[in-house]
């Protein structure tokens, strides 16, 4: 066991949370159908990511908004899903037989994912990278959001870009595949990072979704962190 996986488990015993695991890939990797798969155990919480939530902030449709301008509207979009992730990481457990807690993206995915491309595109000023990592920073230390397991539900941005065309969602029909490269390239340099602070379980998502689901049970063990 890795040092940085027993402080983990060390941290969780101490504060008896549910096991967190994140579910993370590109735009269209397929996060919901993973997350769903999972009803079938009454011990998981399930958080799919709040976009009705980012439609419609008192009237404002932040995720449009962002895609109609990524300079004008990344820093308020997020900081908005900063506050959403963190508000689903952190809440206590729905009842009390709820042992795991599964997400799809995180904080850790806003702030080394989402925010270091938008730095990196100059989507944010300097001032403003500044001020959402030191939201981070501070998150970071005053309160335990840390994760146990990352599932990564691993695509070529290709294969994404095409599925998500064909979803055809409202806001994102103008998405050039360029950008599904652009975070693609960020989850990489993430994920791969010594930093990362938990395990991550890679999984072939360019995969027909039977065989992503073969790869789930046989995971599932892992996944709900023995919690079976
Ligand atoms: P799935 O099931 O893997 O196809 O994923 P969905 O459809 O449930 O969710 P996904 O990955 O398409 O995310 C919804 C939209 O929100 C998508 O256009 C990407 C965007 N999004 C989510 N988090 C962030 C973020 O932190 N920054 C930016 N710029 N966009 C984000």
Redesign the pocket.
């Known amino acids: 066991m890795s040092k940085v996986t027993s402080m983990t488990n060390a941290v969780r015993a101490v504060n008896k949370r549910p096991f967190r695991v994140s579910i993370e ?9 993973c997350i769903k798969y999972f009803d079938k155990y009454h011990n998981v919480e399930k958080h ?2 709040p ?1 009705q939530e ?1 439609r419609n902030v008192s009237g404002h449709n932040l ?1 449009g908004l ?2 109609s301008d990524m300079n004008e509207w ?1 820093f308020a ?2 900081h908005y ?1 900063h506050l959403s992730r963190l508000k689903i990481q952190t809440s206590p457990p729905s009842n009390p037989d709820i042992t795991v807690k599964m997400f ?2 995180s904080v850790q ?2 702030r080394h ?2 925010v270091e491309n ?1 730095k990196k595109q100059n989507f944010l000023q300097d001032s403003e990278y500044e001020v959402l990592a030191k939201w981070f920073d501070y998150t970071e230390k005053t309160l335990d959001i840390s994760l146990d397991l990352i599932v990564y ?1 691993r695509t070529t941005p290709q294969v994404v870009w095409e ?2 065309m064909k ?1 055809g ?1 409202a ?2 029909s103008e ?1 050039p595949l360029d950008y599904l490269q652009q975070v693609h390239d960020s989850y990489e340099n993430w994920l791969n990072s010594p930093d990362v602070g938990c395990e991550v379980l890679t999984i072939d998502a360019d995969r027909s979704i039977d065989c992503v689901k073969d790869d789930l049970e046989r995971y599932s063990y892992k996944i709900l962190g023995g919690n079976h």
């Open positions: 890939g590109n735009i269209g990797s397929g996060k919901s159908t799919a990511e976009i980012w995720l962002l895609y990344s979009f997020q899903v799809e993206r995915n806003s994912c989402f938008a539900l599925r998500m979803r969602r806001e994102e998405v």
